[in-house]
């Protein structure tokens, strides 16, 4: 496969990532996405040389805001999204649904869509998650690493034993709603507990395999070949600690954080709040990772391929929302050598435009086509 042939491909290929940490860093640093940012793995010059088509921007609510204005934090990140596509009209668009990913990239524009990131957004209401929905929502990771009051997390203590009765709840709303169930986060047995209840297919809009890397966060074999019957696609992580085991051992042997109450703990060690951010990136400097390699991410796309099938995979790189990332693949500006290595890998020009895009939107157009089907009853 030559370099032109896989600039040809990219070029016309639908890319979607399924998971960006940006409104975040954005909120953070104050900052805007069209302007320099020394920690900015996804911004506006990044995603147009990365030929993104469509970044769903996470509406992340740190676990400390649960039970302390989850809702209002969430709509407050929304707001943020809404204005940096409002400051860049001529290179973004803000999108609700699948056709509006595909006129993006007709028009040569950038579709940013919203994710909520944290079940507890929602403060166990189910008009809260209407009013995100209506807010342009349109997929909600039911827990974070927190352990919710309705399902459980794999990054902390199991108080349910995966989903309660409001959690299956939950699951049927968002069916209704056409609103994607994102399973990113969740326990093992959360994980079976939604496939059981959903009646569309569900995502995993930023998890990667854990045949190939013992965190918890990554999903077994079994729950890729669950996950496949069910319909739905696992978008793969780039975080280093979830593509190379070595990374993830010495992050879960190291010592954990003491519980303090802007720090939910947890096995992920992620951050609260602007403060605990900085304080978690000078932890993670302090472990000596290894570094991961390029093709530690490649890898754990081609496994779930081969065990999921290829039609169940898709790319959901966690930018923004991690403190490493593998060699060369440290911004979105590295997405056409993501499939430049895929092709040399033996994977098929087809199977490529799957796998970068065209996967998670047949998800959303049958998770849309049954929120029509079910208004119309």
Known sequence: ????????????????????????????????????????????????????????????????????????????????????????????????????????????????????????????????????????????????????????????????????????????????????????????????????????????THSSCRALCRHPRNMTDDMLRTLARNGGVCMINFFSAFVNDAVAEVILRSQKRVRTPTSAGGTEELPDDATDWDEYLKWFKTLGCPVAKFDDAIDHIIHAAEVAGVEHVGIGSDFDGVPALPEDLQTAAAMPLVTARLLARGVSEADVEKILGANFLRVFEQVEQARTATAGR
């Not at 524009?109 to 809260?128: F, P, Q, T, Y």
Request: proline share 2%; glycine share 8%; aromatic share 6%.
């Open 1 to 204: 496969m030559t370099d032109t042939s896989a600039s040809d491909v990219h070029r016309r290929a639908i890319i979607v990532d399924g998971h960006c940490d940006t409104p975040y860093r954005i909120l953070r640093h104050n900052v805007h996405l069209d302007e320099h940012d020394t920690e900015a793995q996804a911004d506006l010059k990044s995603l147009r040389e990365g030929g993104v088509t469509a970044s769903f921007f996470a509406s992340y609510v740190p676990p400390v805001y649960a039970g302390r204005g989850a809702s209002q934090f969430a709509h407050r990140l929304i707001d943020i999204i809404e204005a940096e596509v409002a400051r860049n009209p001529e290179a973004l668009t803000l999108c609700r649904d699948a056709a509006g990913i595909r006129a993006a990239k007709r028009d040569d524009r950038i579709a940013i869509l919203i994710g909520v990131e944290g079940g507890h957004a929602i403060e166990d209401s189910m008009d809260k998650l209407r009013e995100l929905y209506d807010r342009g929502a349109r997929y909600m990771t039911l827990t974070h690493v927190n352990t919710n009051n309705w399902c459980d997390s794999s990054g902390d203590v199991k108080r349910h034993g995966g989903l309660t009765d409001f959690g299956r709840d939950v699951v049927r709303a968002m069916n209704d709603l056409g609103m994607i169930v994102d399973i990113s986060h969740v326990s093992d047995d959360a994980f079976y507990q939604t496939v059981e209840t959903t009646r569309v297919p569900i995502v995993a």
